[in-house]
C-alpha cells in the first residue's frame, strides 16, 4: 500500500513538473525563468511547495513561490525590563537571551505585541492577549459603531481610532466589550480633558461631561429592513 502511494505521489510531482518545464509562467522571477533547469531540478521545486505551501505550481506563481510560509519571531521581554525598572534580559523564545537594547527597540518597532500575565511566584502562564485588536474585531466594530462614538459626531468608523475604554495597562482587555471607534479629536478628549466615557455594554458608551451632565450614546441602528408575512406559517 504505501509503495503505491509513494509511486503515485512521485507520478503526480513528475507530471506537474514536465508541466513547468513545458509552459514557464512570463512572469516567473524563479531560477526556471532565468535559465535551463533540469526535470529533476523542477521534480525538486514542486516536492517542496507541496511540502511546505501545499500549492504544487513547480515555482511558475505567485501561489507557488513559497509565498504561503510566513516566518515568526517571538521575542520574550519583562515588563520591567521595557520601563528601565528592572535589567532581566530579553529572550529570543527558545534560543537565547537577548540585550535590552535590542529588545526594547523591537517592541518598540513592532506592529503588535502579545501581553502574557504570569503567576508573581510560580511563574505558570495566567492569560495572554493582544494590544491590538484582530481584523476580526475591528470589522465588528465598524459595523457596530458605524461613526466616531461621541455624541452628536458623525466621523465614519471606518477612519477612526480603536480606543480602550478602559485602560489596557491597568489590566482590561482588547475585546469588543472594551473598545470604541473614537475620531482622533474626540480620541484625545478621553485622554487630555475632563470627559470621562464609560462602556455600560452591548456598545453603549455613557459620556460625562466636565459639568457632569451624562449623555448616552447607542450604537447606530443597522441598516436592515424587516417584513412581516401575513401567511401564516404551516402547521
Known amino acids: 500500500m504505501w509503495r503505491a502511494l509513494v509511486?503515485?505521489?512521485?507520478?503526480?510531482?513528475?507530471?506537474?513538473?514536465?508541466?513547468?518545464l513545458s509552459h514557464p509562467s512570463s512572469e516567473s522571477t524563479s531560477p526556471s525563468s532565468r535559465g535551463e533547469r533540469t526535470l529533476g531540478q523542477a521534480r525538486c521545486d514542486v516536492a517542496l511547495d507541496l511540502l511546505l505551501?501545499?500549492?504544487?505550481?513547480?515555482?511558475?506563481?505567485?501561489?507557488?513561490?513559497?509565498?504561503?510560509?510566513?516566518?515568526?519571531?517571538?521575542?520574550?521581554?519583562?515588563v520591567l525590563?521595557?520601563?528601565?525598572?528592572s535589567t532581566v534580559p530579553g529572550e529570543l523564545d527558545g534560543c537565547?537571551?537577548?540585550?535590552?537594547?535590542?529588545?526594547?527597540?523591537?517592541?518598540?518597532?513592532?506592529?503588535?505585541?502579545?501581553?502574557?500575565l504570569t503567576h508573581p511566584i510560580t511563574g505558570a502562564l495566567l492569560a495572554v492577549d493582544r494590544y491590538r485588536p484582530s481584523a476580526a474585531v475591528r470589522r465588528h466594530l465598524t459595523a457596530r459603531d458605524q461613526r466616531c462614538r461621541f455624541p452628536t459626531c458623525g466621523y465614519p468608523a471606518r477612519v477612526c481610532d480603536v480606543d480602550h475604554t478602559r485602560d489596557h495597562a491597568t489590566g482590561d482587555t482588547t475585546d469588543a466589550g472594551n473598545l470604541g471607534d473614537l475620531c482622533r479629536r474626540h480620541h484625545s478628549f478621553t485622554h487630555r480633558t475632563p470627559w470621562h466615557v464609560e462602556n455600560l455594554g452591548d456598545g453603549v458608551f455613557a459620556w460625562?461631561?466636565?459639568?457632569?451632565?451624562?449623555?448616552?450614546?447607542?450604537?447606530?441602528?443597522?441598516?436592515?429592513?424587516?417584513?412581516?408575512?401575513?401567511?401564516?406559517?404551516?402547521?
Not at 525590563?81 to 525598572?85: R, T, V
Not at 535590552?100 to 501581553?115: M, N, S
Open 208 to 235: 460625562t461631561s466636565p459639568t457632569g451632565r451624562i449623555y448616552v450614546d447607542e450604537p447606530p441602528a443597522q441598516n436592515t429592513t424587516t417584513t412581516e408575512d401575513d401567511t401564516p406559517p404551516p402547521f
Open 96 to 116: 537565547i537571551p537577548i540585550d535590552l537594547r535590542t529588545a526594547r527597540l523591537l517592541a518598540g518597532t513592532a506592529a503588535g505585541w502579545d501581553r502574557v
Open 81 to 85: 525590563s521595557l520601563i528601565g525598572a
Open 7 to 20: 509511486h503515485g505521489a512521485f507520478e503526480r510531482i513528475n507530471a506537474i513538473a514536465k508541466e513547468a
Open 53 to 78: 505551501t501545499g500549492a504544487p505550481a513547480g515555482h511558475d506563481t505567485a501561489e507557488g513561490m513559497l509565498g504561503a510560509i510566513r516566518a515568526t519571531v517571538s521575542i520574550t521581554v519583562p
